[in-house]
Nanobody, 120 residues
Framework: QVQLVESGGGLVQPGGSLRLACAAS????????MAWYRQAPGKQRELVAQ???????NYADAVKGRFTISRDNAKDTLYLQMNSLKPDYPAVYYC??????????????WGPGTQVTVSS
């Protein structure tokens, strides 16, 4: 089994920055692509950024130039640096990844999410 736990969310003023982290733990053999999604109240979950196992990245148009996704493979941790946050982005941010555990079939896992509120 694999567990993901996000951290770093909170309340920030417009124009401010936050750095989210997602720590993976458990019986992990390897991790392929990982990603951050977000979901605002009443809306569908949407992709924010993704990073391949080799490090290539992809971003939603709305966050390009302001958000940076990265990973520390030695620590099995995913990051999202968010700068110039806008007040219309209050949402729960979720971490996900494609994992190959030692003792079960490859699968995607999700964290419980961390709330990000941008407000003055």
């Amino acid at each position: 089994q694999v567990q993901l736990v996000e951290s770093g969310g909170g309340l920030v003023q417009p124009g401010g920055s936050l750095r989210l982290a997602c720590a993976a733990s458990g019986s992990i053999f390897s991790i392929n692509a990982m990603a951050w999604y977000r979901q605002a109240p009443g809306k569908q979950r949407e992709l924010v950024a993704q990073i391949a196992g080799g490090g290539s990245t992809n971003y939603a148009d709305a966050v390009k130039g302001r958000f940076t996704i990265s990973r520390d493979n030695a620590k099995d941790t995913l990051y999202l640096q968010m700068n110039s946050l806008k007040p219309d982005y209050p949402a729960v941010y979720y971490c996900t990844g494609n994992f190959r555990p030692y003792t079960s079939a490859p699968s995607a896992y999700w964290g419980p999410g961390t709330q990000v509120t941008v407000s003055s």
